[in-house]
Nanobody
Framework: QVQLVESGGGLERPGGSLSLSCAASGRTSTLYAAAWFRQPPGKEREFVAAITMKGGATYYADSAKGRFTISRDYAKNTVYLQQFSLEPEDTAVYYC?????????????????WGQGTLVTVSS
């Protein structure tokens, strides 16, 4: 079993930056591919970024390319999502997800473990 806890959300102005963290605990918590998804108000959950188990490959939604960076720190069992040039459209609850094995995908159904989410609000 793996537990995921997100942090780092908050209110930021357009053009600003935030850094989200996802701390994992439980058995073999480093041996997972991980991803970030988000759910904007009134909309469905959508893929943001993913990283493979060994961290050698990353994948991004078009909306995140060039503005967001996903990374992981194995020693801290933590996955990060650095957000730059934030836009009001980035307002959403951001969820961390993890799946056993090394393959990172953009499908929410491929991920077995989820955090509770952290709210990011981008507004002037």
């Amino acid at each position: 079993q793996v537990q995921l806890v997100e942090s780092g959300g908050g209110l930021e102005r357009p053009g600003g930056s935030l850094s989200l963290s996802c701390a994992a605990s439980g058995r073999t918590s480093t041996l997972y591919a991980a991803a970030w998804f988000r759910q904007p108000p009134g909309k469905e959950r959508e893929f943001v970024a993913a990283i493979t188990m060994k961290g050698g490959a990353t994948y991004y939604a078009d909306s995140a390319k060039g503005r967001f960076t996903i990374s992981r720190d194995y020693a801290k069992n933590t996955v990060y999502l650095q957000q730059f040039s934030l836009e009001p459209e980035d307002t959403a609850v951001y969820y961390c997800a993890a799946t056993p094995g090394g393959i990172a995908t953009s499908k929410a159904s491929d991920y077995a473990y989820w955090g509770q989410g952290t709210l990011v609000t981008v507004s002037s």
